[in-house]
């Protein structure tokens, strides 16, 4: 079985995302989106929050699943039995930094990055600018799935109050 992981930290998902995991799901038998839930960034989102917003908008791929994971990415995939590593590039200002984690991955495990370029019509896409558009009351409604656009409006309503 080819087994690949699209990993991310998700918060949260956005369209962007969404095309690179259907794409991935369409060039392998099953594909784990796996969400990094180490405490180093500001997260406008928990874990289980951005679990559950991706397991709605993974669901018309039934080889696509959402897992959680802490530490090593590696040795998520090692776990896991997962070979490929899925990344969307948008430019090529993302190519030096994930050049940089491809190859220091694959030198941790047998694991492979593939790199699939984002579409054009995302190649802007990134979920801290659609945090911070939507914090200042931009529309953001074409660039994450209605029920991520909700929550959003919920969770950053009820950090004003
Ligand atoms: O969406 P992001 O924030 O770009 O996702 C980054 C993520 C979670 C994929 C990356 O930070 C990661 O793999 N973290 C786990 C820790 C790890 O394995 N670090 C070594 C990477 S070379």
């Known amino acids: ?16 995302h969404i095309d690179i995991i259907g794409r991935a799901a369409s060039l392998f038998d099953e594909v784990v989106v796996a969400v990094g839930v180490n405490a180093s960034k500001n997260r406008l989102f928990s874990a289980e929050e951005r679990m559950d917003m991706l397991r709605e908008a993974v669901s018309p791929w039934p080889n696509v699943k959402v897992d959680g994971f802490s530490g090593l990415l590696t040795d998520f ?32 495990a047998p694991v492979e990055t593939v790199f699939v370029p ?7 896409l990134a979920s801290s ?11 953001v409604s074409r660039l994450v799935p209605p029920h991520v656009l909700s929550r959003l ?9």
């Open 1 to 16: 079985m080819r087994r690949a992981a699209c990993p991310g930290s998700f918060d949260p998902v956005t369209n962007g």
């Open 153 to 161: 409006t919920e969770r950053l309503a009820s950090r004003e109050r």
């Open 118 to 124: 984002t579409s054009p019509e995302y190649s802007f």
């Open 77 to 108: 995939c090692s776990e896991r039995g997962i070979g490929v590593l899925v990344k969307g590039l948008r430019a090529v200002s993302d190519f030096d930094y994930e050049l940089q984690m491809a190859q220091m991955n694959s030198s941790l």
């Open 129 to 139: 600018l659609v945090k911070e558009v939507a914090t200042f009351g931009g529309d």
